[in-house]
């Protein structure tokens, strides 16, 4: 059997308001327990309880300590646009089922012309996944629905996806992919993108 997957990211979307702060923060630390210590101490997610501010400034850490320095210095000072392509592959690093999902059916989609994803989509992967991860049968019926939802309020979030689920491909600006595109092809397939752009990319 495959690795077990996380699954904890039913704890909001994107976070695309709530990340570059963090971001910014870390970069003139450069130590995520302190950043994150000091995002709960100003409060500056504007929760109103103690218990939610550890829990998402918890979520937003463990996603952007998947970005290298270069990359959260875009995510601070990148437009709206990048910051959600951004955002979307540090979950995509945290969550191997995003990750998955990114390639194998939205990708996917793209290249076969299928330009709107249904819920069905996800409950198909989910199912095909099942066969070689156990833990995806133990899962809540109601936890797997909020798990749907947030997976499609990402993508949406990231411009990837529009209200009506048609597939948006993915606009990457040059120096964007170029940063992303030092870890390697891997790295462009969570995008609805063509081969052609990604072999440009990687020149």
């Not at 302190?34 to 550890?54: F, G, S, Y």
């Not at 019926?141 to 048609?166: C, H, P, V, Y």
Request: aromatic fraction near 8%; glycine fraction near 4%; hydrophobic fraction near 45%.
């Amino acid at each position: 059997m495959a690795d077990p997957y996380r699954l904890s990211f039913t704890t909001g979307g994107l976070f695309i308001q709530e990340s570059p702060p963090v971001a910014e923060l870390f970069l003139m630390k450069r130590d995520w327990q302190e950043a994150r210590d000091q995002v709960r101490q100003m409060n500056l997610l504007q929760v109103r309880t103690a218990a939610a501010a550890t829990r998402i400034s918890k979520e937003i850490v463990a996603r952007l300590e998947h970005l290298d320095v270069g990359e959260l210095e875009a995510l601070v000072e990148g437009n709206r646009k990048d910051q959600g392509y951004l955002l979307w592959a540090a979950c995509s690093r945290r969550y191997a089922f995003i990750s998955e999902f990114a390639t194998e059916v939205l990708r996917e989609h793209l290249l076969l012309r299928r330009m709107v994803l249904s819920p069905i989509d996800f409950d198909a992967f989910w199912s095909r996944k099942a066969l070689w991860h156990g833990e995806l049968d133990q899962i809540a019926e109601s936890t797997q629905k909020k798990l749907k939802q947030n997976l499609f309020r990402m993508m949406r979030e990231a411009d990837l996806i529009g209200d009506s689920l048609q597939i948006q491909p993915a606009l990457l600006s040059p120096a964007l992919a170029q940063l992303l595109a030092k870890r390697g092809k891997e790295e462009l397939l969570i995008y609805p993108v063509t081969d052609q752009e990604i072999t440009r990319w990687l020149q």
